[in-house]
């Protein structure tokens, strides 16, 4: 068994086989979306250099961009002390969220117990996913 395979084999994953990845831009360390990891993905995120989830709503392995062209380029991955949580530097091409911002983290709570958006649109979802989303 390689160092690799050690290393995700070492990883502690919930009672759904996941890790917990949080996606910061690794220039400005902004936040730019959280998912989840099963082992595969996170070996096929290190293999490739790009970002790979498992995607818990529609129960099925994916490749950040493989819809919109929004890629991600690792830059690099570090874990907490406790081995059940990682997360990835990256360079973002195009948009993070599918709802067109840059960022997932686009609304702040307001002094009114509101959501408020503080980011403008990067791209229109529905030019790129189709109607309904």
Do not use: N
């Not at 997360?87 to 973002?92: H, I, M, R, S």
């Amino acid at each position: 068994m390689s160092q690799l395979d050690e290393t995700i084999q070492s990883m502690k994953l919930d009672d759904h086989g996941l890790l917990t990845a949080v996606i910061v831009d690794a220039a400005s360390k902004a936040v730019l979306m959280v998912a989840f990891m099963d082992p595969k993905a996170l070996a096929e995120t290190i293999r490739t250099g790009k970002t790979h989830f498992w995607s818990r709503s529609r129960k099925k392995y994916w490749m950040k961009g493989e819809e919109s062209g929004h890629t991600q380029d690792v830059q690099a991955i570090y874990t907490d002390c406790d081995k059940d949580c990682v997360v990835v530097e990256v360079v973002q091409h195009g948009a993070a969220c599918h709802d067109g911002y840059r960022s997932c983290f686009y609304r702040r709570l307001t002094a009114e117990g509101g959501w408020e958006i503080v980011a403008e649109k990067v791209f229109d979802p529905g030019k790129v996913y189709g109607k309904g989303t």
